[in-house]
């Protein structure tokens, strides 16, 4: 019996009981007390029953609170040469990154999970540090990242291979040295030490409030760079066989199944052929939740009707999160922002409650100063006249922005059908 049914039971046992109960004699009513006591209504319920008390007090239990956390995601995390020579300190080596997402600290602390792709290495000065097009940065950005409350990290990307082999086990030792990562229990995807340790989904599960959640990644590519012969595993591709493989076997572990797709063309607006074939795909597969990257521009985020499931939700890419790219359409990025809940009681049915986009401003200044990403609601016409590309007159000020929104996603930046619950 539920305990919702059994709240009900005992309502109907007490508002019957007064008119009843003057028929009886004391022996029967000492049995009817035993009868209800076996139906599991307290003695306290029974006593209130009686002809001379007042009317009983609704006697109702609350249902258990069902189990609800948000997740938020950002997009391409992209280091250039500029980003790395504004966040230089005095002290050798030492880099400040955290000054350019101050502003979006509050954003990602107020969710239980959140994810970003770090588009480019961060695998330190042994590895030289470069920009385009072989990316290569100070690990000091993974420790912004841990700061800035991210606690998943996504690897999978065309630039993981910029900087050979060694660079990715750098950066592999690097995530396992943070105590950080520990402490959080932050999950690092798309790069794998061994064939055991990709085989091993069970690690990609990161739980926050009673609700697992899974997590997978792949990439399209490393940008024409192979992997080493003797590691295919290294970095997770886009291998339908083989991600069919790890989807099946993480989805009975986990509540709520997340994929992150490295995918799409460069600075287009609509998914291509191949990202709707591949969200189809995931769909099918059983998978909750996309979270898309790597255009470097905002493309749309859709519902995916599912068979006796709620739809799969999939943004298709969340833009640049932080870049020096030079076009105004690469500075206005997203973040994600999904609401899940689990019940508290049998069958423990998850779902979507709420999904959105949150626009995101990356600004900067002349001579690639003051960089910083703002939420797109906090981001004044005063700020938008001293960004370097409304300098350049690349665009008009704050309608600009607003403008290429409805053009990707229309009058709401939520998927449509909103439907989400089972
Ligand atoms: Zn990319």
Same mark, same amino acid.
Not at 129 to 144: H, M
Not at 368 to 377: E, G, R
């Given at each position: 019996?539920?305990?919702?049914?059994?709240?009900?039971?005992?309502?109907?046992?007490?508002?019957?009981?007064? +008119?009843?109960?003057?028929?009886?004699?004391?022996? &029967?009513?000492?049995?009817?007390?035993?009868?209800?006591?076996?139906?599991?209504?307290?003695?306290?319920?029974?006593?209130?029953?009686?002809?001379?008390?007042?009317?009983?007090? #609704?006697?109702?239990?609350?249902?258990?609170?069902?189990?609800?956390?948000?997740?938020?995601?950002?997009? =391409?995390?992209?280091?250039?040469?500029?980003?790395? !020579?504004?966040?230089?300190?005095?002290?050798?080596?030492?880099?400040?990154?955290?000054?350019?997402?101050?502003?979006?600290?509050?954003?990602?602390?107020?969710?239980?999970?959140? &994810?970003?792709?770090?588009?480019?290495?961060?695998?330190?000065? #042994?590895?030289?540090?470069?920009?385009?097009?072989?990316?290569?940065?100070?690990?000091?950005?993974?420790?912004?990242?841990? @700061?800035?409350?991210?606690?998943?990290?996504?690897?999978?990307?065309?630039?993981?291979?910029?900087?050979?082999?060694?660079?990715?086990?750098?950066?592999?030792? &690097?995530?396992? !040295?943070?105590?950080?990562?520990?402490?959080?229990?932050?999950?690092?995807?798309?790069?794998?030490?061994?064939?055991?340790?990709?085989?091993?989904?069970?690690? *990609?599960?990161?739980?926050?409030?009673?609700?697992?959640?899974?997590?997978?990644?792949?990439?399209?590519?490393?940008?024409?760079?192979?992997?080493?012969k003797d590691k295919p595993f290294l970095v997770s591709l886009t291998d339908t066989?083989?991600?069919?493989?790890?989807?099946?076997?993480?989805?009975?572990?986990?509540?709520?199944?997340?994929?992150?797709?490295?995918?799409?063309?460069?600075?287009?607006?609509?998914?291509? *052929?191949?990202?709707?074939?591949?969200?189809?795909?995931?769909?099918?597969?059983?998978? =909750?939740?996309?979270?898309?990257?790597?255009?470097?521009?905002?493309? $749309?985020?859709?519902?995916?009707?599912?068979? *006796?499931?709620?739809?799969?939700?999939?943004?298709?890419?969340?833009?640049?999160?932080?870049?020096?790219?030079?076009?105004?359409?690469?500075?206005?990025?997203?973040?994600?922002?999904?609401?899940?809940?689990?019940?508290?009681?049998?069958?423990?049915?998850?779902?979507?409650?709420? +999904?959105?986009?949150?626009?995101?401003?990356?600004?900067?200044? *002349?001579?690639?100063?003051?960089?910083?990403?703002? $939420?797109?609601? !906090?981001?004044?016409?005063? !700020?938008?006249?001293?960004?370097?590309?409304?300098? @350049?007159?690349?665009?008009?000020?704050?309608?600009?922005?607003?403008?290429?929104?409805?053009?990707? &996603?229309?009058?709401?930046?939520?998927?449509?059908?909103?439907?989400?619950?089972?």
């Amino acid at each position: 019996m539920t305990i919702l049914n059994l709240a009900a039971k005992r309502r109907t046992a007490a508002a019957g009981a007064p +008119a009843a109960a003057k028929l009886f004699s004391a022996r &029967f009513f000492s049995g009817l007390i035993l009868l209800l006591a076996l139906l599991g209504v307290s003695c306290a319920t029974v006593k209130k029953t009686q002809p001379s008390a007042a009317p009983p007090p #609704e006697l109702v239990l609350a249902p258990p609170e069902d189990y609800r956390i948000t997740m938020a995601a950002v997009g =391409d995390n992209l280091i250039h040469i500029e980003l790395i !020579d504004n966040a230089r300190t005095e002290a050798e080596d030492v880099f400040d990154f955290d000054k350019y997402y101050t502003r979006i600290v509050p954003l990602i602390k107020n969710a239980d999970i959140a &994810f970003i792709n770090q588009e480019t290495m961060i695998a330190g000065v #042994e590895f030289g540090y470069s920009g385009y097009p072989l990316f290569n940065g100070p690990k000091d950005i993974g420790k912004t990242i841990l @700061k800035s409350g991210f606690n998943v990290i996504n690897h999978a990307t065309n630039h993981t291979m910029d900087k050979g082999e060694e660079a990715v086990f750098e950066v592999m030792d &690097f995530w396992d !040295d943070q105590p950080l990562v520990a402490e959080k229990n932050a999950l690092v995807l798309g790069i794998n030490r061994s064939p055991q340790q990709r085989d091993n989904v069970e690690r *990609n599960i990161i739980e926050k409030n009673n609700i697992k959640i899974g997590f997978l990644a792949y990439t399209y590519g490393t940008n024409g760079i192979p992997l080493p012969k003797d590691k295919p595993f290294l970095v997770s591709l886009t291998d339908t066989a083989l991600m069919k493989k790890e989807i099946d076997a993480l989805r009975p572990l986990c509540d709520f199944l997340v994929v992150s797709m490295h995918w799409g063309n460069e600075y287009e607006y609509t998914p291509s *052929n191949r990202q709707e074939e591949l969200a189809l795909f995931l769909a099918e597969c059983g998978v =909750d939740l996309v979270i898309g990257h790597h255009p470097h521009v905002l493309q $749309p985020i859709r519902a995916i009707a599912r068979e *006796n499931a709620p739809p799969m939700i999939c943004f298709f890419s969340l833009g640049n999160f932080l870049s020096a790219q030079k076009e105004p359409q690469r500075i206005l990025g997203g973040m994600m922002r999904v609401s899940i809940k689990k019940e508290a009681a049998p069958p423990y049915r998850v779902s979507i409650e709420d +999904a959105e986009l949150i626009p995101l401003v990356a600004h900067y200044e *002349n001579d690639h100063k003051n960089f910083s990403v703002y $939420p797109l609601s !906090d981001y004044t016409e005063k !700020d938008a006249e001293r960004h370097f590309l409304r300098q @350049k007159n690349k665009f008009s000020g704050i309608s600009y922005f607003h403008e290429l929104l409805n053009d990707v &996603f229309g009058q709401q930046l939520k998927p449509a059908p909103l439907n989400f619950t089972r």
